[in-house]
């Protein structure tokens, strides 16, 4: 059996259409059901629904076989696994946004960057100016316009919201981010005979797509 | 702050992990002594500076790290290869030595699950030796070490840094961006390796190959593909080792454990060549992990090529959990309790008996009742009047 984790949320329904469309029976997604393990009816594939920073976890432990995850995931949570396809679903951009020109800079030396990127942040910046991070969870954009930050770290998809609230996109700094197939290590070679041909039907149908 | 807790990534081992722990171990040294390995122990602490001067330096947030009385900063053994490989150029006379371990070492950063920070671990390495041989046994022994465990379904990936360091010499990377690339690679992110690499100058030809290079896993097919893909001399030397190495496996018997990943680039900077690790499918985590690392002894003065591997006890308890190999709970074969006054004739017997080599419990309580709480395949009540089987 091959086990998936697989992102509830924004990704959640792509994702089950995308392997629906491999030949893998998903029809166990599409229940309404609170369960939050689920196995195939033909008992192939076996499918755990988790939060989208979840996934990398539950794959480097191989307690999954295969995960699909956001890149920005991934780069955050920088865990020890096989990044297998790029999805191409869900493109966007982690970028540093704020006002046009920097406010309260006299007043705090120190940029203030709000973010629910901690991680990646921190190394964006390592080589460059000191920073003071700012984790928050949802709602980056309401940072530089309450003041509680100067710029935010966060994706970008249409910038709308960004525009919505006067800012601007100040740097791109990662571009191409999309959602990935991951495997875990062990599992690509121990269950190479199931996972191969998966990923091979996988980038089929997504040539298909294209 | 609950001071009777333990700190992040750390575990005590209780007596039934231990008991099987210690059974793996035992299992373990029949296998070395067997294969003509000679033990070996290093000073669980040693100077930080020993390793941070070296071209092999472990990053040094990963290094536990305390003061001696004189200011000097110490560490605890991070690495048992780097503590062998300084053994061995400073104090060994021999041109070659096969060497067995049982030694933990610490990484400051793991943070517990298949990632502990204290890791238990057992090990070999084989200095002096050079060439496709030489490597091709150690695979097979650590094959052989895994089913000697008691581990079953066991399989080896193989590896070569050659690939990957010759693909990005072409590229004149700095050290920290050759790192990143690495790292992605190492990933099978090709798209961000191919990032990287096309940001550096890199032409159309070691892009496309360094797009393959994640693709090459599997059998012995990807030796062929991979010469298709570049003219590297480094490649394809790397490549041409692997091919003999794989040869001598299926000679020996172990074509079916092993496959073979030219996409393989471990964080450790020590090694030189082939590169391998021990898989099975209930962990998700290498059991065991290794190569050849030529040139780390230079770092301590002295030129001895090596290959070796170690294998971490602690994932291959769980992997025996998972697969059901657990060896079983032993009884003790007696118990023993006697009446106030019988204590020399009951320890007569327990002598007796231990001195045929079985495991005995004497009770501390006086009573026959004293044997009820005792699990015993054989029970033995002492009187003043004699031996009494229950």
Known sequence: MITFALPKGRLAETSAALLAKCGVDTSVLAKDTRRLVLESADGQYGFFLVKPADVPAYVEAGVADLGIVGKDTLIEEGRDLYEMLDLKMGECRLCIAGYPARRDALTNPHLRVATKYVNTARRVFADREEIEIIPLHGSIELAPVTGLADVIFDVVQTGSTLKANGLVVLEEVFTGITARLVSNKVSLKTKAGEILPLIERLREALHEDL | ?390
């Open chain 2, 1 to 390: 702050m609950n001071l009777k807790k333990l700190p992040t990534g750390v575990q005590d081992i209780l007596p039934r992990e231990c008991r099987v722990l210690g059974d793996v171990r035992a299992r373990l040294t029949r296998a070395f002594e067997l294969n003509g390995y000679d033990p070996v122990l290093s000073a669980a602490v040693e100077y930080y500076d020993t390793y941070a001067g070296i071209r092999s330096a472990l990053p040094q947030e990963r290094m536990f790290k305390f003061t001696d009385s004189d200011g000097r900063l110490l560490v605890l053994r991070p690495d048992a290869t780097l503590s062998i490989s300084r053994i061995a150029a400073t104090k060994l006379d021999a041109a070659h030595a096969r060497l067995y371990y049982f030694l933990d070492k610490w990484d400051a950063q793991n943070a517990g699950g298949v990632k502990s920070r204290e890791i238990i671990q057992a090990g070999v390495e084989r200095l002096g030796e050079e060439g496709a041989f030489s490597d091709a046994q150690t695979i097979a022994f650590a094959i052989d070490c895994m089913y000697a465990m008691g581990l079953s379904d066991c399989i080896v990936d193989v590896g070569h840094v050659g690939c990957m360091k010759g693909l990005l010499e072409e590229c004149g990377l700095s050290d920290a961006r050759a790192e990143e690339v690495r790292a992605s690679l190492n990933a099978k992110d090709a798209l961000n390796a191919e990032r990287l690499l096309k940001a550096a100058g890199a032409g159309e030809e070691t892009l496309a190959a360094v797009r393959a290079l994640p693709t090459l896993f599997g059998g012995a097919e990807v030796f062929a593909r991979a010469r298709a893909l570049t003219k590297n001399a480094r490649v394809l030397a790397a490549v041409d080792h692997l091919e003999k190495v794989h040869r001598i496996l299926a000679d020996m018997g172990y074509e079916k454990n092993v496959c073979f990943d030219l996409g393989t680039g471990k964080n450790l900077s020590y090694y030189s060549g082939i590169v391998f690790s021990g898989l099975v499918r209930e962990v998700g985590a290498p059991v065991l992990s290794g190569g050849r690392y030529d040139d780390l002894a230079d770092d301590f003065g002295k030129h001895i090529p090596a290959v070796g591997f170690a294998i971490g006890l602690k994932r291959v308890l769980m992997a025996l959990e998972r697969q059901g190999n657990l060896p079983e709970q032993p009884l003790p074969d007696a118990a023993i309790a006697c009446e106030e006054g019988a204590e020399g004739a009951a320890d007569a017997l327990r002598r007796r008996l231990t001195g045929e080599g079985r495991r005995v419990v004497l009770a501390a309580a006086y009573g026959e009742g004293a044997l009820a709480d005792l699990a015993a395949a054989q029970k033995y009540y002492v009187t003043k009047e004699g031996v009494r089987r229950i």
